[in-house]
């Protein structure tokens, strides 16, 4: 595989990379550093990439694997939890409901936000979700489905909460 090969089969997804590493370790330049290195891999082994049918899936596992090192190593986790503790619903508005949508979707278990994030936000299909994150089809949809019903309850309960306090004339 020569470099305008390279570039127009796996240098492509970068932006798609990168929002992934990023969904997983939170950090810009951690996520940026995670597909640096996976392209320099990625780069060094260019011959032997002919042999993956579906190049995009082994990008995204690719990073899969290399931010879920990064995050044992560099205990980014804890960081993690540290810097985005589920904030009570109390001291938000209605009116930021996306940063509360990202917020509750950042603080799912891992796979529930993984699933998540590929399917809302990248658009994949079950099946290239299933084949990204090495999981069974079955195993896709209850977790989306889950994160899905996880995030709708938290909303319903702030809403009610936001509505209660609305018309009770509490600030």
């Not at 240098?11 to 798609?16: N, R």
């Not at 995670?34 to 596992?61: G, I």
Request: some cysteine; glycine content about 2%.
């Amino acid at each position: 595989m020569n470099q305008e090969q390279f570039k127009n089969t796996v240098f492509i997804h970068k932006d798609k990379l990168f929002r992934f590493a990023k969904r997983i370790l939170v950090d810009d330049d951690e996520a940026f550093d995670a597909v640096q290195n996976v392209m320099m891999r990625l780069w060094q082994l260019k011959d032997q990439l002919l042999q993956y049918k579906n190049m995009e899936a082994f990008c995204m596992q690719s990073v899969k694997n290399e931010a879920l090192n990064r995050l044992k190593r560099d205990k980014v986790r804890a960081d993690f939890v540290e810097q985005h503790q589920v904030v009570t619903m109390t001291e938000h508005t209605v009116g930021n409901t996306k940063e509360i949508i990202l917020e509750m979707i950042n603080s799912l278990p891992e796979k529930q936000r993984l699933v998540m994030h590929l399917r809302d936000v990248e658009d994949y299909d079950i099946d290239e979700i299933s084949e990204v994150l090495e999981m069974g089809e079955s195993a896709v949809r209850v977790n989306l489905m889950r994160a899905r019903q996880k995030v709708k309850e938290q909303l319903t309960k702030l809403f009610d909460y936001e509505t209660t306090r609305i018309y009770s004339g509490k600030k």
